[in-house]
């Protein structure tokens, strides 16, 4: 459980007891959080206000990013330079987690099937998330720019999505901002120590936002994750400037430049949200599932 979990206001959260409980309050420890389930006030069975097999679409391309990016952290641990860093991003990785199981959990109320399925037994061209997520970071200057990256345009998106008509994405907008609020703020304080730090950590730091900019163009294609929100929140401009006004304030503080650099190219057009990939997505996917392809049935 992260710090800013523990310090949290919620009338909801678990007290000290509540790990021990049978019974309703228990069952958030599911998603591996105090915070209150997002979902139990919430009638998931009833009908979407749109198309529901458009919004399942939509929560899995959410949720994969969240899946994916996890698990790419995850891996990070026992590797990290400090205990303190290792704390830092794993705690990261589990909201993520938590944020993925929720979204995979309500694109299967809404497609007849659960997470794990969403989660272990689809191939590679079946995941939506953005190819941003994918690829390993060669160091730690890559890993908080990435991180910065990304959880700069997902605070964005997901403040946005408080305004779903959805309300099962709605609440999940609402606890994941939180949670990536401070993961943006642990990325910026790196990048900023990095960057303005030593001649060699300056030049790490500068090197680590080139490699992952070619994929930051794709983050703001016209989304149809941002479909059910207000016009003016949607457009991919707007959201476009409110992700650069950070990037830029960060940037500027740590004395970084921002990279010029082409766009990662796609496939006639299409990348990850059409369920084009680059090839570490399918060393991602073999890693992750092999264990409940191996042993579908298997209960622990």
Same mark, same amino acid.
């Given at each position: 459980?992260?710090?800013?979990? &523990?310090?949290?206001?919620?009338?909801?959260?678990?007290?000290?007891?509540?790990?021990?409980?049978?019974?309703?309050?228990?069952?958030?420890?599911?998603?591996?959080?105090?915070?209150?389930?997002?979902?139990? @006030?919430?009638?998931?069975?009833?009908?979407?206000?749109?198309?529901?097999?458009?919004?399942?679409?939509?929560?899995?391309?959410?949720?994969?990013?969240?899946?994916?990016?996890?698990?790419?952290?995850?891996?990070?641990?026992?590797? &990290?330079?400090?205990?303190?860093?290792?704390?830092?991003?794993?705690?990261?990785?589990?909201? &993520?987690?938590?944020?993925?199981?929720?979204?995979?959990?309500?694109?299967?109320?809404?497609?007849?099937?659960?997470?794990?399925?969403?989660?272990?037994?689809?191939?590679?061209?079946?995941?939506?998330?953005?190819? &941003?997520?994918?690829?390993?970071?060669? @160091?730690?200057?890559?890993?908080?720019?990435?991180?910065?990256?990304?959880?700069?345009?997902?605070?964005?998106?997901?403040?946005?999505?408080?305004?779903?008509?959805?309300?099962?994405?709605?609440?999940?907008?609402?606890?994941?901002?939180?949670?990536?609020?401070?993961?943006?703020?642990?990325?910026?304080?790196?990048?900023?120590?990095?960057?303005?730090?030593?001649?060699?950590s300056h030049q790490r730091m500068q090197a680590g936002l080139d490699v992952i900019w070619?994929?930051?163009?794709?983050?703001?294609?016209?989304?149809?994750?941002?479909? @059910?929100?207000?016009?003016a929140l949607a457009d991919p401009a707007t959201?476009?400037?409110?992700?650069?006004?950070?990037?830029?304030?960060?940037?500027?503080?740590?004395?970084?430049?921002?990279?010029?650099?082409?766009?990662?190219?796609?496939?006639?057009?299409?990348?990850?949200? @059409?369920?084009?990939?680059?090839?570490?997505?399918?060393?991602?996917?073999?890693?992750?599932?092999?264990?409940?392809?191996?042993?579908?049935?298997?209960?622990?």
């Amino acid at each position: 459980m992260t710090d800013h979990e &523990l310090a949290s206001d919620d009338p909801g959260a678990t007290d000290d007891a509540a790990w021990a409980t049978d019974g309703p309050a228990s069952a958030r420890w599911a998603y591996g959080t105090g915070f209150r389930d997002p979902f139990v @006030d919430i009638d998931l069975a009833s009908a979407p206000a749109g198309d529901p097999e458009q919004l399942a679409a939509r929560c899995l391309m959410l949720g994969d990013d969240a899946l994916v990016y996890s698990h790419r952290l995850q891996q990070w641990i026992t590797r &990290l330079p400090e205990l303190e860093e290792e704390m830092a991003v794993a705690n990261i990785a589990l909201d &993520l987690l938590g944020q993925a199981r929720l979204l995979l959990t309500r694109a299967g109320h809404l497609l007849g099937t659960d997470e794990d399925r969403l989660a272990f037994f689809r191939s590679e061209h079946e995941f939506r998330n953005v190819r &941003l997520v994918e690829r390993a970071d060669a @160091d730690f200057a890559e890993l908080v720019a990435r991180l910065l990256v990304f959880s700069t345009w997902r605070l964005e998106v997901l403040r946005r999505l408080r305004e779903s008509t959805d309300p099962g994405l709605a609440a999940i907008a609402e606890r994941g901002a939180t949670e990536v609020a401070y993961h943006r703020e642990y990325a910026a304080g790196w990048v900023v120590r990095l960057g303005d730090g030593t001649e060699l950590s300056h030049q790490r730091m500068q090197a680590g936002l080139d490699v992952i900019w070619p994929y930051v163009d794709e983050l703001f294609r016209p989304d149809p994750v941002l479909a @059910d929100v207000p016009p003016a929140l949607a457009d991919p401009a707007t959201l476009r400037s409110d992700v650069d006004a950070v990037l830029d304030t960060v940037l500027a503080t740590a004395t970084l430049r921002r990279p010029s650099v082409a766009p990662a190219a796609g496939v006639g057009g299409r990348a990850g949200r @059409d369920g084009i990939h680059t090839e570490d997505l399918g060393y991602i996917l073999a890693e992750m599932q092999s264990v409940a392809r191996a042993h579908p049935e298997g209960v622990w």
